[in-house]
């Protein structure tokens, strides 16, 4: 009968079980991946409400966010800018060969003509894909 002395025991704790840091590490992945698309609406804006509609749900494309808050500033993504300074992007974004899908959010309790002035900034530019952000109820 072989008895295992102490140094054997010394060499089988050496060893350092890396599974579950790298459990740690896809999972923290995962959660940032998730939430990562999340931080994206940073301007807090009432939506208007609409009734559920599965074929009205947003397909997978590329758009640049147009954002007016309740004050009736407007957000070009996360950036304050006037409707002179939108026309001006809009110029540029119109010059792309393909440019993006605009995606329009503006908060329910704005005037309408909010609304119309930067609808027809974006008209005046031809840019026909656009998208208006509602809630859904």
Known sequence: MKFKSNSDKLESMTELNVTPLMDLAF?????????????????????PKQEANSASSRPKIEFQTVSIDRDGQIFWGRQPVNLVELDSLLGALANQP?????????????????????????????????HLDTEVR
Request: aromatic share 6%.
């Open 27 to 47: 999972s923290l992945l995962i959660i940032f991946m998730i939430s990562t698309p999340l931080l994206e609406q940073t301007i807090p804006v009432n939506l």
């Open 98 to 130: 393909d440019p993006p899908a605009i995606s329009l959010r503006g908060d329910f309790s704005l005037p309408y003509q909010k609304i119309v002035d930067v609808l027809s900034a974006i008209k005046r530019h031809n840019l026909t894909k656009l």
